[in-house]
């Protein structure tokens, strides 16, 4: 059964460019991870503050797997220079699975 995991980032409107220029440019390694499903970034239209990072896995082992391999060491760094202050002031991880789905209709 597939997991849901979204990442609730709260992201002050002066960070937001920031931000989306992040996850743009990205190394990608996620799309790669055994058990990746689907990634989107959502961003906020009217009414808060919290940008929604939607990932959909395989199962609970996948995810748990890329979050102590390629997303651990994407966010130590290690690379020459100052890293860069998050953009994020907050973050909290929302998870879930998925009990129904349903696809559009193919003619």
């Known amino acids: 059964m597939s997991v849901v995991k979204i990442n609730v980032l709260t992201v002050p409107a002066e960070q937001r460019e920031a931000l989306e220029q992040r996850f743009g440019a990205r190394a990608g390694l996620v799309e790669a991870a055994d058990g990746f499903e689907w990634f989107e970034l959502l961003r906020p239209v009217e009414g808060t503050d919290q940008y929604l990072v939607y990932t959909r896995w395989r199962d609970e082992d996948a995810f ?21 202050r998050p953009a994020a002031t907050g973050s909290e991880v929302w998870s879930f699975e998925v009990a129904q789905q349903a696809a559009p209709k193919t003619d």
């Open 64 to 84: 748990r797997a890329w979050m102590e391999g390629p997303m651990k060491a994407a966010h130590q760094g290690g690379g020459s220079g100052e890293r860069a």
